[in-house]
């Protein structure tokens, strides 16, 4: 049964895989079957958050310490979370978030290796154990998705092994848990990748609260 008014959608998947263009397409289908909709991006959402994702994805930084990377993320997720997407919930809107936790466990936990369980936990704590009602991930091969970026940051510089160990983080994430998780294919046109994931969140809608 979900715990609060709210629906809670996250958008995960590599670089370039095209989530702001199928939110976007999400917010307009919910805002016009009546939903209030608040869409928000991580790391980031208030202006402590955001001056975290100006030191974690800053290209001046580069080498940071892995573990102090994954707690700069915890650490804006936590605050964002407290600040914008609880109290967001608590009044019924559906909050389409730009990454989440997964990307944590995907990024930090596989990719740097810091132990999936351990990224997790920390996420989990940082945010009182708020997870998604359905995370849509937006599946693509890092060679294709990487070739889409102009300006990378700290993490999209990181070398293509990196990227193809996080988008089989992904995969494996999603596999374990079906009904909470819709993995689409980023290559499809955008049309139907729009229709796939407006099926499965009116069905989300339609569950009572
Ligand atoms: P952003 O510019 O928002 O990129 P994108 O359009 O790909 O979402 O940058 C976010 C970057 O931070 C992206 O490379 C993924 C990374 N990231 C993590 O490594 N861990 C996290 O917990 C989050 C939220 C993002």
């Not at 849509?136 to 999209?156: A, F, K, M, S, Y």
């Not at 996080?166 to 819709?182: C, S, T, W």
Request: hydrophobic fraction near 45%; charge should be negative; charged fraction near 25%.
């Amino acid at each position: 049964m979900p715990t609060s008014p709210g629906v809670f959608i996250a958008f995960e998947g590599g670089e370039g895989a095209g989530k702001s263009t199928q939110e976007q397409l999400l917010a307009e289908h919910l805002t016009a079957a009546g939903h209030e909709v608040v869409r928000t991006r991580e790391p980031g959402g208030t202006p402590a958050a955001e001056a975290m994702r100006n030191i974690v994805l800053s290209p001046e930084f580069i080498g940071l310490d892995a573990r102090s990377e994954a707690l700069l993320f915890a650490a804006s997720r936590g605050e964002h979370v407290a600040r914008v997407i609880r109290p967001a919930l608590a009044r019924g809107a559906v909050v389409v978030c730009d990454r989440y936790l997964d990307s944590s466990v995907a990024y930090q936990g596989y990719g740097r290796d810091l132990g999936v369980e351990r990224v997790r936990d920390l996420s989990l704590w940082a945010t009182n154990n708020l997870l998604p009602d359905l995370t849509i991930v937006l599946d693509i091969d890092p060679v294709i998705g990487l070739t889409r970026i102009t300006n990378p940051d700290r993490l999209e510089a990181e070398p293509i092994e990196y990227h193809a160990r996080v988008r089989a983080a992904f995969l494996d994430i999603a596999k374990g848990d079906p009904d909470r998780y819709l993995v689409i294919d980023a290559v499809l046109p955008i049309h139907e990748i729009a229709k796939e994931i407006h099926e499965r969140a009116d069905l989300l809608m339609a569950v009572p609260r």
